[in-house]
């Protein structure tokens, strides 16, 4: 395995469903951050296509002008999923407690996951389910910065550097034989301190790992 035990505990052990049932609808990640992703989005998925939104929320942030055949939404706060406005579907579930995915195999052109990763306490068996739903040469973007709810970040994330994070996405697909070698995509902030603190957009760094389905 790719995770020693203590690595993936949580300063707060209590039930994620319990965390998260009261509903947040702000965003987490400031605007430079979110046109990085939307962006991003735009120049790796496909229109006309079926996409697994996983541990989402209120908003997907993928572009407007982008249509998609399905988009099936997954997160922990049934208010939050029911306010996105691109999800055909959505299902709550504990990925922590249920490691399987109630999804069909091959079912799916890409997978995406924003600023959530982090949270994932058995990613060596998500990201193998991540695989499973994919089709053939689907393409998996996990998305992330610097911020978390620190007591809910496993204990791998939270002493990690934000490059030994990159480096950690990058383990947990290469975990799984069959995915492409993985890419990341790196943006760090220019932007002062003193002026990233007081909200200036573009404080945010902004990381991207990037794997597609081949085996």
Known sequence: ??????QRQKIDG???????????????????????????????????????DMMSSWVSHLPDDMVFTEIQGHGLNEEELAKNPRFNSYFVQNLNQDLQLPLADESFDAVLNTVSVQYLQYPEAI????YRI???DGTAIFSFSNRMFYNKAIEAWRDGSES????????????VKGFSPPEAIVYVSQVPDFLRLIGMPGGDPFYAVIARKIG
């Open 1 to 6: 395995m790719l995770l020693k035990p203590e």
């Open 164 to 175: 030994d994070r990159v480096e950690l996405v990058k383990g947990y697909f290469q975990s």
């Open 134 to 136: 994919l089709k053939p």
């Open 14 to 52: 209590g039930n994620d469903r319990e965390f998260y049932n009261t509903p947040r609808f702000v965003t987490h990640v400031d605007a430079g951050f979110i046109d990085r992703l939307t962006n991003l989005y735009r120049e790796r998925l496909t229109p006309n296509t079926q996409i697994f």
């Open 127 to 130: 990201f193998a389910e991540i």
